[in-house]
């Protein structure tokens, strides 16, 4: 391995990089060996331009690459299991005599409990790690965002962790949700008067 060093101190992973960010300084390595330049040597760069173009290649040298068809995939598995383990739930309750109406409310609020035991016992992170928006989009994704920052907060009480911080991630949610239901039933009564 042949090591040329010069006047700054930078190392680089190509002659290209070197030239980029304007420094003078570099190693020449095998290209087995090649290095990717550190947070701190791009931030040593002078030039405003010459720095963000570096810090835009250091990003997009260290973001994760994802494969689109497989997350899409593994969201349509995980959801269409969660899914399909919903209407099992609905036909499990009619099958013991209830009406429908009520044999889905017992199948979602059985969902929620689901999705809050399987977050108490930090499993339902690994669906939605493995899932992604297919463990999201369902109502067990949501009971999940109100239950994991109760768990999260408990430690602080009852009062400042969890009562202040149970509605956090879904606060928004519940929030915007009942302004344009008000909305919408206000505009449902002006067309109606």
Not at 94 to 113: C, F, P, R, S, V
Request: charged residues 15%.
């Amino acid at each position: 391995m042949v090591k040329v060093w010069q006047s700054m101190k930078c190392r680089k992973e190509s002659m290209a990089f070197a030239k980029m960010c304007g420094c003078v300084r570099y190693m020449v390595m095998n290209e087995k060996d090649s290095t990717k330049p550190s947070m701190e040597e791009i931030l040593a760069i002078k030039d405003q331009k010459k720095r963000n173009k570096a810090y835009n290649q250091y990003v997009e040298n260290m973001t994760p690459k994802s494969n689109c068809f497989a997350n899409c995939a593994k969201a349509f598995l995980v959801g269409g299991l969660i899914c399909t383990l919903g209407e099992g739930l609905n036909s499990f309750y009619e099958y013991l005599g209830n009406e429908k109406e009520l044999a889905a409310l017992y199948g979602t609020i059985t969902l929620i409990a689901i999705s809050i035991i399987l977050t108490g016992l930090n499993i339902y992170q690994k669906l939605a790690q493995f899932g992604g928006a297919g463990s999201i989009v369902p109502i067990t994704g949501f009971a999940n965002s109100v239950v994991s920052p109760a768990i999260e907060f408990q430690t602080e009480g009852e009062v400042f962790g969890v009562g202040c911080k149970i509605f956090t991630i879904a606060g928004p949610v519940i929030l915007y949700g009942i302004v344009s239901s008000w909305f919408v039933g206000l505009i449902y009564w002006i067309m109606h008067m």
